[in-house]
């Protein structure tokens, strides 16, 4: 998905998830097993950055991970995160946070045609009115 992005030339992306990558260490972006290191080397191939520094899980009996991630593709592009309390009996904090962008503006000026307002009886009158045998007899299947 990462790289979809990418190809696309798309300037600001934010990626939010559980990416259920509990052997990443965030803090020194090193991972244990090859799809960690994978993932890790998909972002700083594409210079992207994770903005959660808090763990995201807490299960009774076992180690806090960080597995919820917010991922920019520029770090002014995400601020203020806070970490909120657990929807449910979710054992993640729900996660709130700014995303820094303006929205783009289109050109609205481009010439639109109004399909729905066209006389097409008149067009189709015109069309059958039009001798096509007459007009083509002489032209090969390039010149019709």
Not at 35 to 45: A, G, H, M
Request: glycine share 4%.
């Amino acid at each position: 998905m990462i790289l979809d992005y990418s190809k696309q030339r798309v300037e600001d992306i934010v990626i939010v998830g559980d990416v259920n990558m509990p052997d990443i260490d965030w803090e020194s972006w090193i991972g244990r097993s090859e799809s960690d290191v994978l993932f890790i080397e998909t972002l700083q191939d594409q210079f992207m950055h994770q903005h959660v520094d808090e763990p995201t899980r807490f299960r009774s009996g076992q180690k806090p991970s960080l597995l919820d991630l917010v991922i920019s593709s520029k770090e002014e592009l995400v601020s203020d995160i806070t970490y909120r309390e657990p929807l449910g009996k979710s054992d993640h904090p729900s996660l709130s946070f700014s995303i820094n962008t303006e929205p783009e503006t289109i050109n609205t000026s481009q010439q639109r045609y109004r399909m729905d307002k066209g006389d097409y009886t008149r067009l189709e009158d015109i069309i059958q009115s039009i001798s096509w045998e007459e007009n083509t007899k002489d032209m090969n299947i390039e010149e019709t």
